[in-house]
């Protein structure tokens, strides 16, 4: 079992950048792919973004295809998410979950992760 602690949520004006932190604990960091997923009121939670056991094969939802990207390390056993060209449609609860093993699968969707934090808002005004 994995435990996941989501951080840097906030209120960003449009045009701004955040920058969100995963810490995880327990079993192997490194073994698993890890997503971010977000999910805003009266919505299904959606994937954001996705990253390989080694960060070398990652996802991107189209929405945020040139403006986030999602990395890894290993040895700090964090995932990240770096947001930039924030939109209000980008306001959300963002949350990381671990994926099943290495690689992540097609299409990725929240049924395939576990081990769900709490998440961190993240508002983002126009």
């Known amino acids: 079992q994995v435990q996941v602690v989501e951080s840097g949520g906030g209120l960003v004006q449009a045009g701004g950048s955040l920058r969100l932190s995963c810490a995880t604990s327990?079993?192997?960091?490194?073994?698993?792919?890890m997503g971010w997923f977000r999910q805003a009121p009266g919505k299904e939670r959606e994937a954001v973004a996705a990253i390989s056991w080694r960060g070398g094969i990652t996802y991107y939802a189209d929405s945020v295809k040139g403006r986030f990207t999602i990395s890894r390390d290993n040895a700090k056993t964090t995932v990240y998410l770096q947001m930039n060209s924030l939109k209000p449609e980008d306001t959300a609860v963002y949350y990381c979950?671990?994926?099943?093993?290495?690689?992540?699968?097609?299409?990725?969707?929240?049924?395939?992760?576990?081990?769900w934090g709490q998440g961190t808002q993240v508002t983002v005004s126009s």
């Open positions: 979950a671990a994926g099943g093993g290495r690689y992540y699968q097609i299409p990725v969707v929240a049924a395939n992760f576990a081990s």
């Open positions: 327990g079993r192997t960091f490194s073994n698993y792919a």
